[in-house]
């Protein structure tokens, strides 16, 4: 069974930078797609950013020119979180489905493994 493990998450400043690692294992997927989402308190979750194992990328508008999505290999996935805001502050999760590329960051009900979530807290 896929096991997806969050950290990395904590306190930053406005303007700061800080990069969530998610260790994945068990995961034999060669065609996949992983992604990182965030919920604040009061919202839904929604979609960050995503990578395919053809390599593209997406990403949210609102973190677009600031936020980075790399992976080693298949078992940990990144996010190089720059020039963080008020607004970036929330609990972000990793998730990973083998099957289909995604051209766009996927609906949360189109992963079947998650991960815990890491708190990111960001103040002015």
């Known amino acids: 069974q896929v096991r997806l493990v969050e950290s990395g998450g904590g306190s930053v400043q406005a303007g700061g930078s800080l990069r969530l690692s998610c260790a994945i294992s068990?995961?034999?997927?060669?065609?996949?797609?992983m992604a990182w989402f965030r919920q604040a308190p009061g919202h839904a979750r929604e979609g960050v950013a995503s990578l395919d194992s053809d390599g593209t990328a997406s990403y949210a508008d609102s973190v677009k020119d600031r936020f980075v999505i790399s992976q080693e290999a298949k078992s940990t996935l990144y996010l190089q979180m720059n020039n963080v805001k008020p607004e970036d502050t929330a609990t972000y999760y990793c998730a990973v489905r083998g099957g289909p590329v995604c051209s766009a960051i996927p609906p949360t009900y189109a992963f079947n493994a998650w991960g815990q979530g890491t708190l990111v807290t960001v103040s002015t």
């Open positions: 068990e995961f034999i997927e060669w065609s996949y797609c």
